[in-house]
């Protein structure tokens, strides 16, 4: 059964850290490029980051960048989304996938995980 879990999220204070991790099962992460999105109450699901399976070449949106890191261990199935300098307005459900181009377009994707709650307050 292919399958996507995200762990890692949880309530941390403006200016913390968190890692997301995103564990396949049921199919190898190696060939799929895989994305990280984003869903805040009331508004659209938006492409956070995405790393290429080819050569590894990652985006971000201009939101994150310089803030948040995507990276993937092969070896352990996993890809994880390190975030720094954390604002209120990353609060969010946060979802991995996995698709055959990396892309922020969530529509590209064929494999989701069930999200983590993200939520960034004092």
């Known amino acids: 059964q292919v399958q996507l879990v995200e762990s890692g999220g949880g309530l941390v204070q403006p200016g913390g850290s968190l890692r997301l991790s995103c564990a396949a099962s049921?199919?190898?992460?190696?060939?799929?490029?895989i994305g990280w999105f984003r869903q805040a109450p009331g508004k659209r699901r938006e492409g956070v980051s995405c790393i290429s399976a080819s050569d590894g070449t990652t985006y971000y949106a201009d939101s994150v960048k310089g803030r948040f890191t995507i990276s993937r261990d092969n070896a352990k199935n996993t890809v994880y989304l390190q975030m720094n300098s954390l604002k209120p307005e990353d609060t969010a459900v946060y979802y991995c996938a996995a698709g055959l181009v990396a892309t922020m377009f969530p529509t590209e994707y064929d494999y989701w995980g069930q999200g983590t709650q993200v939520t960034v307050s004092s």
């Open positions: 049921g199919f190898t992460l190696d060939y799929y490029a």
